[in-house]
């Protein structure tokens, strides 16, 4: 599986915009960039999905790399309901495979202050 | 209309017992998958079912670990003879067209605690 790095930890405050980074230099041409998150002593949760466009939605924004190895994902003006782990995971969309699995690493740990 | 249903919420066992987890998927999803999550790491894929069919169970341990999504009723994840090392949270997910949207809806988890 193609792996992501993110950062362990990030901090932001209250009603500001914030960027999660992530990078995929692996990545290959039929991998989807998912965003999942993961809330203190919930499951995880779904936010957003790309492959080459960037994509808005209710959520998040996905901003992606022209060549495809980095992507970001934006909170507009973050909450204090938006603490939690964010996950950036591969999904290889091709038909064979394991095209429905999802590889979570550690994520970013998101700290939202008051 | 209802989220993925996962019971029981908290379960503890001692070694040597059984565990059953059991999870309800959402109205109208038929992909179920299960997920582990050791202390301190990230979701690990175990296994994938529809209804009445192993998917793939790449990730289940090949002993004592046991999934079923029988045509009625929940599907259930079975863990005999614990250890102290079962302990973790299992998550359920379930999908309609995942291939498309790509969106799993996960339960809130069962946290198996072995003493």
Redesign the interface.
């Given at each position: 599986d193609a792996k992501t790095t993110q950062p362990n930890s990030m901090e932001s405050n209250e009603e500001e915009p914030v960027h999660l980074p992530c990078n995929h230099s692996t990545i290959s041409g039929t991998d989807y960039i998912h965003w999942y998150r993961q809330l203190p002593s919930q499951g995880p949760e779904y936010v957003i999905h790309g492959l080459t466009s960037n994509v808005n939605n209710r959520m998040a924004s996905l901003a992606i790399a022209e060549d495809r190895k980095s992507s970001t994902l934006i909170l507009h003006r973050a909450t204090l309901r938006d603490a939690a782990v964010y996950y950036c995971i591969l999904r290889d969309r091709g038909s064979g495979g394991s095209n429905y699995k999802l590889t979570f690493g550690k994520g970013t740990l998101l700290t939202v202050n008051p | 209309n209802a989220g993925?249903m996962q019971n029981p919420r908290h379960l503890v066992r001692r070694r040597g017992q059984e565990a059953r987890l059991r999870c309800s998927p959402m109205k109208g999803h038929s992909?179920v998958?299960w997920?582990r999550q050791l202390p301190e790491?990230?979701?690990?894929?175990m296994v994938?079912l529809q209804k009445e069919n192993i998917?793939?169970e790449?990730g289940m341990p090949k002993e004592r670990f046991s999934a079923e999504f029988p045509k009625e009723g929940p599907s259930i994840l079975r863990i005999q003879q614990v250890v102290r090392g079962d302990s973790a949270a299992y998550?359920c997910?379930s999908?309609g067209d995942?291939?498309n949207t790509?969106?799993?809806?996960?339960?809130?988890?069962s946290r198996l605690t072995v003493l």
């Open positions: - | 993925v992909h998958y997920y790491e990230g979701l690990k894929f994938y998917i793939d790449s998550f997910a999908s995942f291939l790509g969106e799993l809806f996960f339960g809130e988890g």
